[in-house]
Each structure stands twice: as structure tokens, then as C-alpha cells.
């Protein structure tokens, strides 16, 4: 099978032919370079209308045969770039009197890896311009695991180097005077899964205006910005007990970045998968490809139904051409990582936990020394906070700040990943009103960073009892029981209880004391994040936690919480 793709969502004009019988990919491409400044939409849009049609005929050229297929980038992307190339894609099929793909071009950024590295079911990190996320499989959808809060990585480089100066693309730019810099430190910003940029980079101007070393500040910048990638990265093949990484998108080019996923595989024993810098920043061979395997599987587009779409998003499209025998579990029951956490080895004994925050490899080492050091004292303290505003946690016995170790009293039988059920989830909302209500975030709050117990367990034959989950307990108990994923599978440790039973919340490490209703909605967007990433039916778990969270806490968080879904970040 002979396919063309067609990319032009932002500056590369770019067309492509993939044969499927070599796997022989050709890739003809033009690169849009603003004179000054960033991209133009405009003046990008202008380069597509000139440069698509030369490099698809020259695309046309290396076919060694009939096409079958004609796959165009669909979205996310600048609308009338996106425009210019729908409009090409759907003449070209027209002509060649052949079916119509179109591709999610960030599917395709991970869709290449896949394929190249010949991976199952990998996670997939997204370097790319205008976006920066983490992706994983599950019931025939990629699902966006965690992301950027603000803009693309690539962006946010870009727009450090305008501000010093320098013509755009500014990423291989900093990569370049990175090596001839010394480390400084900058803001450090990960929240579960998710991220931002926005601090990091008004600190790097500021240090910059100060005069600071610009070779510094862009080092500095890439130990900061990469380790926050490195360690969602990690995050997410501990969340979904996978064991595989490809890496995607233009910003994969950089080799300190590749070089940091490599040190955390190996350091994890994961398999770390990156292609050639041709694959990485956009081009039309991973349009051609995933257009083949879309092709392959009947699911192409009737010109009438094929718009494009700018804000596309990579958890929208039905994924057809995967076979369900790949699917894997994200909940990843009984995975053998189960006590080692993203960040932590986790010792597990009768009655005490000994948690230590071991160094990462991947960081430079003043800020691996800063983050273990702060997120040990968090976690303590706010372990500790949290039991007083009247949420079960474990006591802390120890804290061994230089070593970067905790000894935790043990709780609960259960990660909330591995028995899931509404109660549960609610419970789980309701704590966090109370951390809430008492003014500090979790930072974390993920379905392993909740323990849960059956009736009649330890705490109650203790005689500890919590009178504010009882009451919310009894309140949910008219809606009769249900069965929870353990109770489905008979796994006796998750059976659920009538009375919910108790749910502790674990691992405060990235917790902080803050009164904006922006930290505590973003509390709820990871915890919603996780209940996404695991559960085969969100939708009941989630409707669960936020009606709990509406009650027992400030319905005005639920508000900011639709304020931030809503925020599109493809501009
Ligand atoms: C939607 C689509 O149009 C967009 N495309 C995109 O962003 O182009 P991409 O080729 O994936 O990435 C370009 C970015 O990649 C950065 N970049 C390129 N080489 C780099 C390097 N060596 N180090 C760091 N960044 C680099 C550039 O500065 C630029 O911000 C996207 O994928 O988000
Ligand atoms: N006090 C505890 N009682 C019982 N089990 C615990 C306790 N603390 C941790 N665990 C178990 O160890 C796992 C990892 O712990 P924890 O989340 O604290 O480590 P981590 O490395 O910070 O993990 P991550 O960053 O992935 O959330 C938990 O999911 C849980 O199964
Ligand atoms: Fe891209």
C-alpha cells in the first residue's frame, strides 16, 4: 500500500509517501522562517499556499507505484494553514480519484515512535511547539495522561529567545549555549501529571535583564523544563505500569532531553525509544504512516465531513486501527511496580512504610538535591496538617531529611487505582475540600495516592473512626451498592464495604500551602486526570467526586476548575 501525507499545521510545508511494503518513508519538506519575530499566521498560511503544492509534486515523484490514499494533517494547528492543506489534500484525492484520511497530527507525533520502535502499547511524551503532554492507550482512545497548564514547550523556549533577541526557532538555540553554561535554578512547576511554563520563564527573562549569563539561563532553563518533562514522563509509566517510552515532536531533537528519558528508563527499567530527528519535528511521514494504518482499517473521511480543526484534540479520535488484544490495562492491577512509586522506593513492612526519595540520575544534581530535600519536609508537615483539618493520613514516626527518607505508619489494603468505586471518589473529593478549607493542595492527588480499607479492618477494631465520613457514607448509601473493579475481578483486598469504609490520601510531596482557587481547581483537574487515565467509565466517578467536592467544599473551585479545562492551548 502507497500513501501520501500531507503537513503544513504550523511552519513545514511538508509532503510524504509511505510505502507500506518496504516501509520506505520519502519525505520532501519547506520550512516557513519568520524574517522576525514568531510564526505569523498570516504569513505562515502564505507559505503553505506556495510551498505545498511543489513539495507534493515532488513528494508524487519518489512513488514507486499507484497511491491508495491521500492523509492530510487535520489538526491541532493554525486554522488557515490548516485550511490551505485541507483544501490541497481533498484536490489531490479528487485527482487521484482515491479515499481521504485525516490525521490528529499529534497521534501521528506519537503514532511514528510507535511504529519505528515496533513498542506495544508505549507511553508517548510530546515535545512539540505548540504543545507538551503525555499520552497513554486505553479502550480504544490515547488518553491524555498530564500536560502543559499554559503553553507548548517549544513556545516557551521560543519566546525566551525572542525577548534576548535571537531569530526564531529559538530551541536549537538554546541547546547550543546550554553546554557553555552553568546551572541556575529556576521555578519548578509540576502538579501530578500537569505542568506550567508561564513562572519558569518570566524567572529566565528576569535573570536574563539582571545579567545573568545568557549561556546560564539556557542551561538552567533546559535541567529545569526537561527534568519537569522527564519526571510527568516517569509519572505516567508508574501510573499505568508500563514499560516502554517514545518520545515525539520537535523539541525531541534536543540531546540533553533525550538524553535525560534514557537516564530514567534505564534508571527504571523501561525501554526508551526515540526517532530520528526527521520523525521528530513536523513532517509528513508520520502523517503518511498513521494515514496507512487508518486507511488500513476503513477510516477514511467523506469530503463533505472533512473540516479541519484547529484545537484537535489527541483524546478525540477513535483509534481504528489498534487491535483490542493490545489494550492494557492503564489501571494496571497487580503491575509489578506497585510499590515503587514515580519518585520514591517505597518499603513496605507489617505496620511501617519506609519511604526514601532516592536520586534521580536524569537531574542535575543541585536541583535533584533541592527537590528530594523540599518534598521530604512537605510531606511530613503537611501529612501531619492534613490529620488535624480531619483527613486520614499516615503518621509520620520519621523524617530523615539528608537521607530523603520517611518512616509512614502503614494504611489502607488498597490503592483507589485497584478498587475504584463512586463512594471511594467521593471520599477522596471530600478530603480534598477539607485540605482545601484548611488552605494547602495535595499537589497529587492520583488514584495511588489513595489508599482505601474494607469494613471491619485494623482501624475500626483500633476503634478509630472518622465521624465526617460516616455521615457522607450513610448519605450515599441510598444509591445501593455497586461493584467495585476488585469485586468484578473477586479480588478480596478491594471488596468495598456498605459503609465506603475509610480513604486515606498518601504521598503530600509536591503539597503546598496556597489560598488561590486556581491551586485547588487544578487539585481536582489531577485527580480527574487519574480517574480518567484508569477507569473504564469515568464518567459516574467523576460525576461522584464533583458533587462531593461541591458539597463539602467552595462550589466557586468547581467553577475554576471548568475555567481551566476550557483553556485552549493550541494558539
Ligand atoms: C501543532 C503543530 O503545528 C506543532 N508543531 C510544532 O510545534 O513543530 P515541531 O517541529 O513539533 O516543534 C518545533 C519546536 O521545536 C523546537 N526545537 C527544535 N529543535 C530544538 C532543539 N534542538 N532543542 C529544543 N527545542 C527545539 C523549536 O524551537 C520549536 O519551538 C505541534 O506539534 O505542537
Ligand atoms: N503509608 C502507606 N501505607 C500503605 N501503602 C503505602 C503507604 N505509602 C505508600 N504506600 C504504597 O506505595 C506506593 C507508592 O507510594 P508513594 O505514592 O508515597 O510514592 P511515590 O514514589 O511518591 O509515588 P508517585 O510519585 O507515583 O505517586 C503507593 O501507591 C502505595 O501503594
Ligand atoms: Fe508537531
Redesign the pocket.
Known sequence: MRVVGIEG????ASAAVFDSERDAVSIESEAYEPESGGIHPREAAEHMREAIPRVVAAALETAEGPIDAVAFARG???GPCLRIVGSAARALAQSLDVPLVGVN??VA?LEIGRHRSGFESPVCL?A????AHVLGYHNGRYRVLGETMDT?V??A??KFTRHVGWS?????K??EHAERGDYVEFPYVVKGMDFSFSGIMSAAKDAYDDGTPVADVCCGLQETVFAMLTEVAERALSLTGRDELVLG???G???R?REMLAAMCEQRGAEFYAPEARF???NAGMIAVLGAKMYGAGDTLDVAASAVDPDFRPDEVPVTWRDDAEDVLLAGAGAPTDVRGAEAVVDVGAETVTKTRRPKAYRHDALDARLRRERTTHEARLLSEARRAGVPTPVVFDVDVPGSTLELERVGEADLRDALSERRVAAVAEHLAALHDAGFVHGDPTTRNARVTRSGTRDERAGRHDPRAARHAQQRDADGPEASRGERAGADATREPRDGGRVYLIDFGLGYYTDDAEDYAMDLHVFEGAIRGTADDPEPLLAAAEAAYREAGDPGVLEQLREIEGRGR?Q
Open positions: 499545521t504550523a511552519w513545514c491541532p494547528g493554525i497530527h499529534m507525533h510530546n512539540s511547539g505548540a504543545n507548548g517549544g513556545n523556549l521560543d526564531h526557532p529559538g530551541g536549537p538554546v541547546e515532536g520537535g523539541v531533537q534536543n540531546a532531553l521528530l519535528r513536523d493550541y
